[in-house]
């Protein structure tokens, strides 16, 4: 399977540890599996968007911390703490007047360009977890492997989840295997192609690299990592 090849980040004159971003695809098969994400995706974008508002109408005025907000959304949503933690983490630096979804996306179904259910699929297409390792990696979305293939264990809810085929280049798994076996944390963005056409994944890693003289390192923030897929998210 055909994916892009992964962020470029240089390193600089001094040891030190710097983020690099994997692409990956994930493979679900049609029904449940499918309907059981796309539920996730629905509740995840509402997460985000409920704390978006909530910040901006009462944390940014001092009327409500994060932490109220976190509970209140994770009453509203029904997701666990840590996916609507993740979900905060997203909108956290949004400015003001944030379109969710993309004003693009927002005229075309003014125009009638998409339909109503495509337009709210579009609104509501990623999910996002951050990596921890004293949970082997990932919590809600671990990498794990079954009978010597990868698969993506995405928590659902109500301790159930879902084991989606994970597809990693194999230069990136011979390279950064060590990363992704849970000794490590890697934080996980599952974003949904318009039009029903598929799931892109973005795995990031922490890596620790031999720096060379004369050169300055380039470090990325999840913000700019993930900006073009939360722009339409």
């Known amino acids: ?3 892009k090849s992964a962020i470029d980040i240089r390193c600089g004159a001094f040891h030190d540890m710097y983020e690099l971003t994997i692409p ?5 098969s049609e029904g449940a599996e499918e309907k059981a994400l796309q539920n996730l995706f629905f509740a995840f974008g509402k997460a985000r968007r409920l704390c978006y508002s909530l910040r901006q109408k009462y944390e ?5 911390s994060k932490s109220e907000i976190i509970r209140k959304v994770q ?3 029904g997701l666990n703490s840590r996916y609507v933690k993740d979900a905060y983490a997203t909108i956290e630096n949004l400015p003001a007047h944030a379109t969710f979804g993309g004003l693009n996306n927002q005229r075309m179904r ?3 360009k998409i339909t109503r259910e495509e337009y709210k699929k579009r609104r509501n297409s990623i999910i996002y977890a951050r990596g921890d390792k004293s949970r082997k990696g990932n919590l809600n979305m671990r990498i794990v492997e079954i009978a010597g293939e990868k698969y993506l264990r995405v928590n659902i809810g109500d301790r159930k989840w879902l084991f989606s085929k994970l597809f ?3 230069k990136y798994m011979e390279k950064y295997a060590e990363y992704l076996n849970g000794s490590h944390p890697y934080s996980v963005l599952i974003k949904r192609k318009d039009n029903d056409k598929g799931y892109d994944v973005r795995i990031t890693i922490r890596v620790e690299c031999a720096f060379k003289e004369g050169t300055r390192p380039i470090r ?3 913000e700019q990592i993930a900006h073009r ?4 998210g």
């Open 1 to 3: 399977m055909k994916v």
């Open 24 to 28: 990956a695809n994930i493979e679900l």
């Open 60 to 64: 940014l005025k001092g009327r409500m």
């Open 75 to 77: 009453e509203l949503t």
């Open 110 to 112: 003014e125009k009638g």
């Open 168 to 170: 990693i280049p194999k």
């Open 220 to 222: 990325l923030r999840y």
């Open 229 to 232: 897929f939360l722009r339409s």
